[in-house]
T-cell receptor, first 109, second 112 residues
């Protein structure tokens, strides 16, 4: 079966750096997405990786290793507004998105 | 403001009743999707449409139906609601099948 694993919850301190990991086993691979979802709101797009390596976008970076079935989202200079759930999703061979359950990130002052 | 709109925002529904959740986008996106989100689970695809006039079944289609008569609208119908369909429903659209998806604000549905 298809599976996306990410930690349920993480805690970090304001101003610090946090890395949220995602491992996947899917039938085929056509890219990996990261979304941010604040409580009670809709998911919003953060990043897309289809080739191995690091994609940087401001304070957020996303890394992909297709051979290891692994990705991480790196958040730098954490702010209180970064408290949210972070969703990892993989597009399979049928171009369907398979979603992880999300990682709830708690930022403490 | 361009985007994707869902209605209603929330609804309490008696079991056995029929209900249609509405979704409209004005971005002229080809692909549209309906997901449900339940606590502790990832978003699960109910139905999708890659282009107007076509629809497909996702991971959890039973008890739901959709139609895509035009590019903008993608309604989701529960023919006879059951308590297990209590969930938050998100409609989303994307320009293509492997591009970022834009989500509506969600419909919180409670079936009692």
């Amino acid at each position: 079966g298809q599976n996306i694993d990410q930690p349920t919850e993480m805690t970090a301190t304001e101003g610090a750096i946090v890395q949220i990991n995602c491992t996947y086993q899917t039938s085929g691979f056509n890219g990996l997405f990261w979304y941010q979802q604040h409580a009670g709101e809709a998911p919003t797009f953060l990043s897309y990786n289809v080739l191995d390596g690091l994609e940087e976008k401001g304070r957020f970076s996303s890394f992909l290793s297709r051979s290891k079935g692994y990705s991480y989202l790196l958040l730098k200079e954490l702010q209180m507004k970064d408290s949210a759930s972070y969703l990892c999703a993989v597009m399979d061979s049928n171009y369907q998105l398979i979603w992880g359950a999300g990682t709830k990130l708690i930022i403490k002052p | 403001i361009a985007g994707i709109t869902q209605a209603p925002t929330s609804q309490i529904l008696a079991a056995g009743r029929r209900m249609t959740l509405r979704c409209t986008q004005d971005m002229r996106h080809n692909a549209m999707y309906w997901y449900r989100q339940d606590l502790g689970l990832g978003l699960r695809l109910i139905h999708y449409s890659n282009t107007a006039g076509t629809t497909g079944k996702g991971e959890v289609p039973d008890g739901y139906s959709v139609s895509r008569a035009n590019t903008d609208d993608f309604p989701l119908t529960l023919a006879s609601a059951v308590p297990s369909q209590t969930s938050v429903y998100f409609c989303a659209s994307s320009e293509g099948t492997n591009t970022e998806a834009f989500f509506g604000q969600g419909t919180r549905l409670t079936v009692v």
